[in-house]
């Protein structure tokens, strides 16, 4: 696939300086700690609703916690972090060039299989590692919690349902594309594109709030972030995310469908087991064509326009910046809460 005409204009005479990359280092940890701020925002007020439940109802309980989400957890952290790198000055008029259809959409779009291989593989060795870790550990439910991947529970509600796979499929891909492989990729790419993919990559991980989430969704980000980069276009990453989340959405609505009629429906259960195995079908041949595709991804050369500087070393100033220090201890607010209450109590 090759690389298309870049989204954002570079003034080629602009050098990239340390202390501009710090400057927008210090800016994604401060967007990444409003994020996680509205998210325990959220999460405290979803606790609030759920002892309510009986007088609200439970369609009405989760269609109050389905706008929270989409107000609190993605409108107003994704309007700080615009107004932060001046996005709306940036992409003024350019949001059609933005989300472009690539020259060559089906080479694109002929990418899913591997993307949702590699993004599987990895949550397939994180289930297995963490199975190990469990077992020769004496199976402490520590570690078990610790590991236990951010579920969506399902509903006895088909609106409920229905809301909450339209936030999985539309809203999510469309803020988190936007948001990550759009303002992020974009704010980093002057210092290489090799740093923005990887760094874009580590705050959608961290945005899942969940250690066993955390490891496959770092694999779609580098998926996302490579598909990005070669097609200067969020159009194909937004409808690869849609589909990845809607083959999760699956299993959310197949699980609310037993909720609802509760009783044991033959039709459901034989729908359930196709489901899980045409996912394994398809995951298995999705890591397939992904190991066919590693040396055609080994030859594609990453733009780096910051060659005096090595990866290592903007690693590490990304991770020593103060507001990505606080950010790293609100996204793993609830270890450290732990951590800290059987430490001093």
Request: hydrophobic content about 50%; aromatic content about 12%.
């Amino acid at each position: 696939m090759e690389n298309e005409e870049n989204t954002k204009d570079i003034d080629e005479n602009e050098k990239p300086t340390l202390r501009g990359y710090r400057t927008v280092c210090a800016k994604l940890g401060l967007s990444m700690c409003v994020y996680f701020i509205c998210r325990l925002l959220v999460g405290e007020t979803a606790k609030m609703l759920a002892g309510n439940v009986d007088i609200l109802g439970e369609t009405a309980y989760h269609l109050i916690n389905t706008l929270l989400i989409i107000v609190i957890v993605y409108a107003i952290p994704i309007l700080f972090i615009a107004l932060l790198f001046k996005s709306f000055e940036t992409y003024k008029g350019n949001y059609k060039k933005l989300y472009k259809k690539p020259r060559r959409l089906a080479r694109a779009m002929g990418t899913f299989p591997a993307t949702f291989g590699f993004g599987h593989g990895v949550a397939l060795l994180t289930l297995l590692a963490t199975y190990l870790i469990t077992r020769y550990s004496g199976g402490q439910t520590y570690i078990e919690d610790l590991l236990r991947p951010t579920v969506v529970e399902p509903s006895t509600s088909m609106i409920s349902t229905l809301t909450m796979v339209f936030l999985l499929v539309v809203i999510a891909p469309v803020f988190e594309e936007f948001w990550t492989r759009g303002i992020m990729y974009d704010a980093l790419k002057p210092y290489g594109t090799g740093m923005a993919i990887l760094i874009s990559s580590l705050l959608f991980g961290l945005m899942h709030g969940s250690l066993n989430m955390l490891f496959y969704t770092i694999a779609y980000g580098f998926a996302f972030g490579y598909i990005r980069y070669a097609t200067d276009s969020l159009f194909t990453v937004t409808i690869l995310h849609m589909i990845v989340n809607a083959i999760g959405a699956m299993a959310l609505l197949l699980l609310s469908l037993v909720e609802i009629t509760n009783e044991e429906s033959k039709l459901i259960n034989t729908v359930n087991i196709i489901y899980i195995l045409a996912v394994l079908i398809l995951i298995i041949v999705g890591i397939v064509v992904f190991l066919s595709k590693i040396p055609a991804i080994r030859k594609f050369k990453i733009e780096n326009s910051w060659k005096n500087k090595s990866p290592w070393e903007k690693t590490g100033w990304f991770f020593v910046s103060t507001p990505v220090i606080v950010m790293l201890v609100l996204a793993f607010n609830e270890l450290t809460r732990n951590w800290l209450l059987n430490l001093f109590f």
